[in-house]
């Protein structure tokens, strides 16, 4: 899409040379014909750094825009970034892709639906109302269950398991809300990619990124009922049991262990080989490994049990 | 039904005029031609101004009844109201039904189930495996997911998008229990109702109302595998985020945002602009609007990061 | 499959005669021809008193074994035991058993699969999308909602309603680690069976055992987004409200309710009638019946209530 056509969509002046947006992008992850956005203070060391070939941007911030990147003005640029996400939307389907590519020895149930432009490897067993989308790949060996959903482009890997209804790569949470409370959907152009030798329970939930890629790492263990929210990246082996879940964009290390029903805010970091116990609830960037935690507001699980002693004994006061 | 059918089916004595009952509704709601139910003395100011056809009562209840009112008496009337219930339940798909009416420029799949009596506006996306009931009505520019489930008679509206693995309009978890703690369904012969621009996740509930309609606003935004319990109302641009839900009959005003895993318990009010952090428990009615809470028990959000720094003093005494 | 080629897969030494191995089971459940597996001291007593006809077993306790038991020496019986468990994993279907047997007066959707070996009762609704795995069996009366998935070998009741995109016996979450902290699932080769006169809501998960059978007794009611663990068992018209959940092996009694996002660890035990508040935690096993609790740690409803009157004087310190 041309620069121009964006100014336009978003009715802001536009008086640089035009040129082509392949996308939309973070500060730090735009290259130069993609577009991102800022309208917070707080960034100002990433706008600084930005290679993004445009930026939306409040009037305020303006100085700070590196010589390279063009200045799109506008009064907010969160909300002016979702009208043009929209735009950068892929069709859901797209008649115009191949058909789909079913690799020798995979068993695909003729109740199944496979979208145009889907590669699936060998030896899969694909059965009953399962919705595989555009370009997804899926690799060898991996079994989808009844009524499972994959959403456009995004991967499954090799030797995986996911169990019923389990939906990957539907959109993530996200939302411009202007000054009268009213919302306005940030399309969820990413994807979702979930590595070899993963499984993942029934009833379950993976969004997909909203920019990038929300990654399922090898050797995960997802069990039913869990949320896994935009661009969040779960490290090797780690096991979410029941009803556990994360907002987006945290980052899990390796062989972290979230108990049945804890959960976790978003935009946070967890040390490889952390463990929390059930209804624990993470607020905060865990930064040592290998302890065990418990708690909302979340501490070390022997503290935990500590305190929960000294509470106990208030009944007797 | 007759109401003298309806003596019958429940046992209960009948020496009145008899007259055509279409329904069963709630002591306020009826109206002339419906049945209510009442056993509970608290009910009473109720029974005297409702202005159903006929009441479910218990005897000590009777001298409370309107003269305009024919009262049919019962030990248990919840339980004969359970009873009753299955009588005035739809068929779950009806042939005698118009086939389904399908917009201009609606493509709809043809592994997706469009049930008699459904209408489609116009321009929407139906994708494979999505399950439209009976008398359903879809807006336009409507987007159904894969394996997307709504039951029969809900209304979903123009420029919605719900995800993969979601329902709408499933049973309410009502059910009467007598002494033996035995369960009798009460069929959900009520709806929902989804307004326009409005959003769900994945794998999310909403369920149908028992009598009436559960009402999710013009511009909410539900995350993924989220309960929204029977007769709930969602005000306009209220945000419940993943794994959030509601028990029954609980209405929330406009902008209210319900946190990941947060809860709210049945028949209570919400204020608008009412923001619940993670994990926040609501259990009674919130009458002021625009404030922030935390915890279970629930408490203002400032006050419950007071008290846990209080609690964490615990440990060093 | 031989017991000699059980040892060949798990690279143990034999030197015994050969028998038929049928399956794998737990010490104290596995009969002469099924084989089992200890690595842990605490369970000596169970070794002891074992009826397998082999047990996969580290060095140190060989010594408790009984002389009709064969012992195949390993260093990590359990992670053998995953590895063995996929060689006896049945195929998720199988064309060469019998085609579907659907009662009189059953109406299948042409949109539902029902795999070989599934018998329908009377008088049931299968609704589109549905997916009835192989050998299942279904009562009479009982409705499937559209996209409900049931595993092979699950057994249904009669008078049972499953509402949309709920699944019955997907894989439970087990899986043994190694040193290096990678898993190896353990196929989950056991089944569920729900009893009559169950309702189950939407998006509800019970997964099926890993041996034996995860059990639903009679008229029981399970709401939305309920998790249900591998070889649980649920007593006659126990209640479980919406998003709570149960870890694995814990036995409910009868008439048990667990409130709105309660939940359970595993292997414990609940006498029947107690009651369980929203968002319980259950870690102990509960002996005496008839009493409510609330909490996590878990106490008694009104030592919970006059806990966090204590608690909120804290504020006033």
Not at 125 to 138: C, E, F, P
Not at 154 to 165: E, L, M, P, Q, R
Not at 233 to 238: L, T
Request: charged residues 20%; glycine residues 10%; neutral net charge.
């Amino acid at each position: 899409m041309k620069l121009s056509e964006i100014a336009s969509i978003i009715s802001s002046e536009f008086n640089s040379d035009d040129m082509d947006i392949t996308g939309i992008n973070t500060l730090l992850d735009a290259n130069e014909n993609e577009i991102s956005f800022v309208s917070n203070s707080k960034y100002i060391k990433d706008i600084k750094n930005t290679k993004a070939g445009a930026v939306l941007i409040s009037k305020d911030l303006l100085e700070y825009i590196p010589t390279s990147t063009v200045a799109l003005v506008t009064d907010n640029s969160y909300w002016s970034m979702a009208i043009l996400s929209k735009h950068f939307a892929p069709l859901i389907e797209d008649e115009s892709l191949d058909t789909p590519s079913i690799g020798e020895g995979s068993k695909v149930s003729a109740k199944a639906e496979i979208a145009n432009g889907a590669v699936i490897g060998k030896n899969c067993t694909i059965l009953a109302h399962v919705y595989v989308g555009a370009n997804v790949v899926v690799g060898d060996n991996t079994i989808l269950y009844p009524n499972v959903t994959v959403y456009r482009d995004c991967k499954i890997g090799s030797d995986c398991i996911i169990h019923a209804n389990t939906v990957v790569g539907s959109d993530g949470f996200g939302f411009a809300t202007n000054g009268m409370g009213e919302h306005k959907k940030i399309y969820q152009n990413g994807n979702a990619i979930i590595e070899d030798d993963v499984e993942i329970g029934s009833n379950t939930s993976i969004d997909r990124a909203v920019f990038g890629t929300t990654l399922i790492k090898k050797g995960v263990r997802i069990d039913n009922l869990v949320q896994i929210g935009h661009n969040c990246e779960v490290g090797e082996y780690s096991v979410f049991v029941a009803q556990s879940g994360s907002a987006g964009s945290t980052k899990f290390g390796r062989n972290v262990v979230m108990g049945g029903q804890s959960a976790s805010a978003g935009h946070l970091s967890v040390a490889p080989f952390s463990t929390f116990a059930a209804r624990s609830g993470i607020t905060k960037t865990i930064k040592e490994s290998g302890k065990t935690y418990a708690g909302f507001p979340l501490m070390e699980h022997k503290l935990w049990m500590k305190l929960q002693a000294k509470i106990s004994r208030l009944l007797k006061k």
